[in-house]
DNA sequence: ATGGCTTCATAGTGAAGA
């Protein structure tokens, strides 16, 4: 099973990137963040054209998560249990026995904001509701933009990014949180390249440059390790015309 | 550079992202 996950920024501007993506790399599963379009204006048809089934929780202008996938996603799941929540940031569903979690985990914007605190608690939120979750479903990945850098070599400028969001201790706690559940950063779990991000900023050239930050995530459950036989960053989207500031992580689970 | 892009909602700019 080949199992990704992107920040789309917009799949209305960024439909045909997906289209062409997923007829390159032919996914099982490609999970989506900030889709910011309504359920009503979700493109459904033209990815059932394309030989996939979708489940989504969109808003407009906001936010908005989905699961695309080549068999019918089952259990669906909208947000959070234990934190209703106006934003839609989590959808999660069953595809050949594997609970599949996408996240849009809160960006925070900055130390002394209240979408800060908004962050972390629903981090916590988060953290309490998998760890019911993994007893149901020992196979469990979770994906997503979680926002946040696990460690300094995920930065390319640690000492610049002091005192930021993304980097800040109880971020990193909250991630560390999560592997304390028996969660594994897959990408960790192979030989990578020095440097690997998965954003640049829109500005200073920062992609051409390499000025960026691992902050999206493919987790696997304990169980699912030995399964995990390959993680990768897929750079090329962030080359073509009109990119989503984010690229795709992609993993192999057999 | 307390923001150099990009998106969306607007019909001027402003919010938000990371």
């Given at each position: 099973?080949?199992?990704?996950?992107?920040?789309?920024?917009?799949?209305?501007?960024?439909?045909?990137?997906?289209?062409?993506?997923?007829?390159?790399?032919?996914?099982?599963?490609?999970?989506?963040?900030?889709?910011?379009?309504?359920?009503?204006?979700?493109?459904?048809?033209?990815?059932?054209?394309?030989?996939?089934?979708?489940?989504?929780?969109?808003?407009?202008?906001?936010?908005?998560?989905?699961?695309?996938?080549?068999?019918?996603?089952?259990?669906?799941?909208?947000?959070?249990?234990?934190?209703?929540?106006?934003?839609?940031?989590?959808?999660?569903?069953?595809?050949?026995?594997?609970?599949?979690?996408?996240?849009?985990v809160?960006?925070?914007?900055?130390?002394?904001?209240?979408?800060?605190?908004?962050?972390?608690?629903?981090?916590?939120?988060?953290?309490?509701?998998?760890?019911?979750?993994?007893?149901?479903?020992?196979?469990?990945?979770?994906?997503?933009d979680y926002n946040i850098a696990p460690e300094d070599r995920d930065v390319h400028d640690p000492q610049a990014w002091v005192?930021n969001v993304l980097v800040s201790e109880?971020e990193r706690?909250a991630f560390r949180?999560l592997e304390?559940?028996?969660?594994?950063d897959s990408f960790r779990?192979?030989?990578q390249p020095e440097k690997s991000y998965t954003w640049w900023?829109?500005?200073?050239?920062a992609?051409?440059?390499n000025m960026g930050l691992r902050i999206d995530h493919i987790l696997?459950?304990?169980?699912?390790?030995?399964?995990?036989?390959?993680c990768?960053i897929?750079?090329?989207?962030?080359?073509?015309?009109?990119?989503?500031?984010h690229v795709?992580v992609?993993?192999?689970?057999?």
């Open positions: 099973m080949k199992i990704a996950t992107w920040n789309v920024n917009s799949l209305k501007v960024r439909l045909p990137h997906t289209l062409d993506w997923l007829a390159v790399n032919q996914p099982d599963a490609l999970c989506l963040q900030e889709t910011k379009q309504e359920d009503s204006k979700f493109p459904l048809a033209e990815l059932q054209q394309a030989g996939y089934q979708a489940v989504f929780s969109g808003q407009k202008t906001y936010n908005g998560v989905a699961i695309i996938s080549k068999t019918v996603p089952e259990d669906v799941m909208y947000g959070l249990p234990n934190f209703p929540d106006e934003q839609r940031r989590v959808i999660a569903a069953t595809l050949n026995g594997v609970r599949v979690v996408c996240v849009y809160p960006n925070g914007q900055s130390i002394d904001s209240d979408k800060y605190q908004y962050k972390l608690a629903w981090l916590t939120a988060l953290q309490n509701w998998l760890k019911d979750e993994l007893v149901r479903y020992p196979k469990l990945v979770l994906l997503g005192g109880p706690a949180a304390q559940l028996g969660l594994r779990l192979f030989e900023d829109y500005r200073m050239m992609f051409r440059r696997v459950s304990e169980a699912l390790v030995p399964n995990c036989t390959a990768s897929d750079r090329s989207l962030r080359k073509l015309e009109r990119p989503s500031d795709p992609v993993a192999d689970i057999v």
